[in-house]
């Protein structure tokens, strides 16, 4: 039970160390659409979008948000987003 509890610890530390930053969704964000829409690379949407959303902190994952809608999510050093 010790083992399972020094596990559970480091596992939850390693996450709250590797959270992703708020710059570092808003970069994902602008690659991502760059990706998507060279049109909207251009345009500077993948800028906007990011510069817009509204960064949220879990401890050991985050989340970005514009409006009401989640953005990207994040975990242990990896943004994923999610349109």
């Known amino acids: 039970m010790l ?7 480091a596992v939850l530390g390693l996450g709250y160390v590797l959270n992703p930053s708020a710059e570092r969704h808003r970069a994902s964000i602008k690659s991502s659409i760059a990706a998507s829409s060279p049109l909207a690379a251009t345009l500077g949407l993948g800028s906007a979008t990011a510069f817009v959303s509204t960064y949220r902190s879990l401890g050991i994952a985050s989340y970005t948000t514009l409006g009401e809608r989640t953005v990207s999510v994040g975990a242990f050093g990896v943004v994923f987003v999610l349109e």
């Open 3 to 9: 083992k399972i509890a020094i596990v559970l610890v």
